[in-house]
T-cell receptor, first 113, second 117 residues
C-alpha cells in the first residue's frame, strides 16, 4: 500500500509570514505530485502540481520536489487569513494503464490576522 | 458550468439500513472516483471508473459496499447493510483522463455526509 505522510498540524503562522507544508511519500516510482486545498466543510480543490525535481512557482505558492528524498513541500508566501484550510498532498499512483491519486491526511494551516 | 453533483448532501440512518449515494459527473469527463473521508483515515479511494467501467475497486471495504456506473452521467454507491463505522463524508470526483497525459486534477462534488446511528 503506497503511503503519503503529512503532519496533521495545526500549523499556525501570523499574517504575512511564510507557511511551509511538507509531505513524504513511500513509492519511489511516483512521478506526479499535487497539492489540494480543502476549506472546512468543503471539498478539495487542486492548487498546484509538480512533476520534476526543483521548484515551481504560481503566485504566492511554490511547490518543491525532491524525488531522491521522496519529499514534496508547499510554501505559501505572504500568508493571508483566507489561506486557513487543510492542505492535502497527493501522489499519482499508476496502475496498468490507469492513474489514481493517493492522498495524505492533510495539514491544517491557521493564519492569524 | 455545472460541477459534480452529489445527493443527498446529508443522510442520517440507522444501523442495518440501506444507503444509496448518487453522483452526476461533469459532462465530458471519462473518469469517476468515489472517495471516503474521515478524521482517522483521511481521504481514501474506494473505487475508480474509466469510461463507465470499474477499473480499481481494491479500496471498497467489504461486500457491503457496491458501486455502479450505468452510463456516463450517473453513478451510485450503495451500502447494505450500513454500520456506524461507515459514518464519513463520501466524495465523488470526476476527471478527464487522456492517455498518459493526465493532469491529476480531480473535480470533487460537495460530498455526502453519512451518519449511521
Amino acid at each position: 500500500q503506497k503511503e503519503v505522510e503529512q503532519n496533521s498540524g495545526p500549523l499556525s503562522v501570523p499574517e504575512g509570514a511564510i507557511a511551509s507544508l511538507n509531505c513524504t511519500y513511500s513509492d519511489r516510482g511516483s512521478q506526479s505530485f499535487f497539492w489540494y486545498r480543502q476549506y472546512s466543510g468543503k471539498s478539495p480543490e487542486l492548487i498546484m502540481s509538480i512533476y520534476s525535481n526543483g521548484d515551481k512557482e504560481d503566485g504566492r505558492f511554490t511547490a518543491q520536489l525532491n524525488k531522491a528524498s521522496q519529499y514534496v513541500s508547499l510554501l505559501i508566501r505572504d500568508s493571508q487569513p483566507s489561506d486557513s484550510a487543510t492542505y492535502l498532498c497527493a501522489v499519482n499512483e499508476e496502475g496498468s494503464g490507469y492513474s489514481t491519486l493517493t492522498f495524505g491526511k492533510g495539514t491544517m494551516l491557521l493564519v492569524s490576522p | 458550468d455545472a460541477g459534480v453533483i452529489q445527493s443527498p448532501r446529508h443522510e442520517v440512518t440507522e444501523m442495518g439500513q440501506e444507503v444509496t449515494l448518487r453522483c452526476k459527473p461533469i459532462s465530458g469527463h471519462n473518469s469517476l472516483f468515489w472517495y471516503r473521508q474521515t478524521m482517522m483515515r483521511g481521504l481514501e479511494l474506494l473505487i475508480y471508473f474509466n469510461n463507465n467501467v470499474p477499473i480499481d475497486d481494491s479500496g471498497m471495504p467489504e461486500d457491503r459496499f457496491s458501486a455502479k456506473m450505468p452510463n456516463a452521467s450517473f453513478s451510485t454507491l450503495k451500502i447494505q447493510p450500513s454500520e456506524p463505522r461507515d459514518s464519513a463524508v463520501y466524495f465523488c470526483a470526476s476527471s478527464l483522463e487522456i492517455g498518459t497525459g493526465w493532469t491529476g486534477e480531480l473535480f470533487f462534488g460537495e460530498g455526502s455526509r453519512l451518519t449511521v446511528l
